[in-house]
């Protein structure tokens, strides 16, 4: 968690699993705004947790960085294509830290729900795990205006089924090099889960998928435990989501997506400060 979202947290008080088999863990960056983040959560989880017993979690761990953020957290150059590996490589490191310190041996399920994601539905965990696959992605979106007119339009990028181009890529570079999607100069023409959206579709539409995006992910608890982590470091080309997504089918846990499942990312709300309308 860099920024604190109010719009984050109030979703996430909305889910309706019970609130006593969920316990919380959040991973906050050792710098001024991590600080500022982690003074606004603090407040956050202290009303809910000293508020009354029917509304607490189980239990809620906050968790500092032992290391720095490596590039700056405004959107242009956090998506910068150079900075990924290092910035990704950090992103991975963070997930893993958080994943060592709060999975408990009672643990069915872990929902990776990255502190951007502001718009769910409140029945998310249960839509997700009623699937029952042992890796599970719904669809990261923005809303956006245009015309005086709300629009979506697709934003993670890293849940994709392979391409022969993109293993052909892989093939020629180096074991420290990284394959990256989402790039006009890298064009790995894989099948992007992002664009599989049809309007009004069946939202329990399951696709399986080569790669992963982590802005909301369901994970089996038994499949981290067969250890199946986040790469910091090319694991065949692959590194963080969409290299444990690679790490999951290796060990023989097979990802999918729910193309017509959609959730939301908070940039929308940076979109619309500048709009007119």
Known sequence: ??????EYWQNLLKLSYPRELIELGFIVPKNREGNAALAKLDDAVRRVQT???????????????????????????????????????????????LLYTTLGTETAWVL????????TPHTLIQDLASHDKAVIVPNCYQRYTEGGKEKVR???????????????????????????????????YRSLMAYERTEGGD??????????GGTALLVKAEVHRD??????????????????????????????????YLVSSAYIYCIRMFDSN
């Open 51 to 97: 508020g009354s017993k029917k509304n607490r979690f189980s239990g809620v761990t906050i968790v500092r960085q032992d290391f720095d953020t490596p590039v700056p957290q405004n959107e242009k150059e956090r998506h910068a294509r150079a900075a990924q590996k290092e910035r990704r490589g950090a992103m991975s490191r963070a997930r893993n830290s």
């Open 227 to 260: 250890g199946a982590m986040f790469p910091s470091f090319p694991f065949y080309n692959l590194i963080e989501t969409e290299g444990f997504a690679k790490m999951a089918r290796r060990l023989g846990h097979q990802p999918y997506g729910l193309p017509n």
């Open 154 to 188: 697709p934003y993670d990028f890293n849940s994709w089924h392979d391409s022969e181009t993109a293993l052909a890529l892989a093939e020629k570079m180096g074991p420290d090099d990284i394959l990256l999607e989402g790039y006009s100069d890298l064009a790995t």
């Open 1 to 6: 968690m860099a920024r604190f979202y109010d």
């Open 112 to 119: 990776w729900l990255d502190a951007d994601i502001v718009e």
């Open 203 to 212: 939202p329990h539409q399951v696709t399986a998928l080569d790669g992963v």
